[in-house]
């Protein structure tokens, strides 16, 4: 990284370190001219790597290309952060591994607690995760392999107590049910009786769209794996593939029009499904679902959102 200081400058980078601090003109830790704390200060650094076991069998370790945004606070005292410090803690970690992305930030947050002003710490960390999956094939020599990617996040907000959270965001497909009935009817108003014929060609055609929908799992005791959160979204989803030979492709139309819906169906079905997952020790535990639709037939996309904790769900739920 080019030549060394003392070859720059002719005198030694401590001896300069030493006269600044003895002058008191380490900028960050001076005085600001408005003596405000500041609750949030930090980066955002793509393209950081983190190793963690692998998220499914965990068996071997994955290298994930993440994007982290970290963040800390200031006292009213003090004039800034001390950059190259979040930037060495960084660099460290990434040589680690780490159980999961949720330990990672773990051990972000406290390093950057004791490295800077022991202020709450905020940290968040999000990577596409890419893995293979088996197809099979509709006869022998016909097997296919399918690289699909979902979402992976955790954070974790404060300081002696924080908030962790991790969530899983992956692509699915809905189709359109109002479609759907009102070609029914049409039939039925041009044709007469045709719910036997129904029943037999149904699903009925409808439009269809690619949605990304995400769950994030907040403050649990026990927070489920990649694979049980996956499998709940499996139950009640229908998640896209990118390898589909035609029979495949086939039944995922088929899976997406025989149970039709909008997004908004998607976001309750989900929240309805982890807390089933999470309702038996997870009382104060909040799950949030978002789903974004990215219609086929109109220039907008529709988006939903809902929060609920596991206990307000346990009241809802089983009325």
Not at 9 to 16: I, K, L, M, P, Q
Not at 109 to 135: L, M, T
Not at 145 to 168: Q, R
Request: aromatic residues 6%.
């Amino acid at each position: 990284m080019g030549k060394p200081f003392e070859h720059l400058f002719g005198v030694n980078a401590s001896d300069v370190i030493i006269r600044m601090d003895g002058a008191s003109d380490d900028i960050s830790l001076q005085a600001p001219r408005f003596v405000l704390p500041l609750q949030r200060v930090g980066m955002v650094r793509d393209n950081v790597p983190v190793n963690i076991t692998h998220p499914f069998d965990g068996q071997g370790v994955i290298c994930l290309n993440t994007r982290v945004s970290l963040s800390t606070g200031i006292p009213g005292n003090r004039r800034g952060l001390h950059m190259s410090r979040v930037g060495d803690l960084i660099a460290e970690a990434s040589s680690l591994g780490y159980g999961s992305l949720l330990e990672y930030i773990e051990t972000i947050a406290d390093k950057i607690r004791n490295s800077q002003y022991g202020e709450s710490a905020h940290v968040k960390v999000s990577a596409p995760f890419s893995f293979v999956s088996p197809v099979r094939g509709w006869k022998k020599g016909k097997d296919k392999l399918s690289l699909d990617t979902i979402w992976l996040s955790a954070s974790v907000d404060g300081t002696a107590t924080p908030n962790k959270s991790v969530g899983v965001a992956v692509d699915n497909m809905t189709a359109c049910p109002c479609v759907q009935q009102t070609y029914k009817h049409t039939l039925e108003e041009t044709k007469g009786d045709v719910r036997e014929a129904i029943l037999t060609v149904a699903p009925l055609l409808t439009h269809s769209q690619r949605c990304k929908t995400e769950v994030e799992i907040v403050n649990a005791i026990r927070f489920p794996s990649v694979r049980e959160i996956l499998d709940v979204l499996d139950g009640v989803l229908v998640r896209v593939q990118n390898t589909l030979p035609r029979e495949h492709e086939l039944a995922l139309v088929y899976r997406a029009h025989r149970d039709p819906q909008f997004v908004e169906d998607v976001v309750r079905s989900v929240m309805a499904g982890i807390f089933k997952l999470m309702k038996s020790d997870n009382q104060d535990t909040t799950i949030k679902v978002d789903s974004v639709g990215q219609e086929s037939i109109h220039g907008f996309d529709i988006h939903a959102a809902t929060s609920s904790t596991v206990s307000e769900l346990a009241r809802i739920l089983s009325d």
